[in-house]
Nanobody
Framework: QVQLAESGGGLVQPGGSLRLSCAAS????????MGWFRQAAGKEREFVAA???????YYGDVMKGRITISRDNSKNTAYLQMNTLEPEDSAVYYC???????????????WGRGTQVTVSS
């Protein structure tokens, strides 16, 4: 079983930046893809971004152009740098780890508990 620990969320003013981290531990033989989804209150879950073990990246439309995903394979950790944040970006951000096809389909089997991001003045 894989455990995921997210960090880096919090309160930020509009136009500000945050960097989320997701550290994977536990029964790790090989992590294929690591990524992020988000869900705002009363809304559907949205795909944000993913990165494979080889460094190939995928970005959803919701924050495209304002985010960068990366990972450090030696630390089994993924990072999501978010810039020019808007109030509409307020949501719980969840880290997901699995094979890339499952992750992109939203059917990834390993989910973190989520970290709250609030964009407000």
């Amino acid at each position: 079983q894989v455990q995921l620990a997210e960090s880096g969320g919090g309160l930020v003013q509009p136009g500000g930046s945050l960097r989320l981290s997701c550290a994977a531990s536990g029964s790790i033989l090989r992590i294929d893809a690591m990524g992020w989804f988000r869900q705002a209150a009363g809304k559907e879950r949205e795909f944000v971004a993913a990165v494979t073990v080889t460094g190939y990246t995928y970005y959803g439309d919701v924050m495209k152009g304002r985010i960068t995903i990366s990972r450090d394979n030696s630390k089994n950790t993924a990072y999501l740098q978010m810039n020019t944040l808007e109030p509409e970006d307020s949501a719980v951000y969840y880290c997901v780890v699995d094979q890339v096809d499952k992750l992109l389909a939203g059917t990834g089997r390993n989910w973190g508990r989520g970290t709250q991001v609030t964009v407000s003045s």
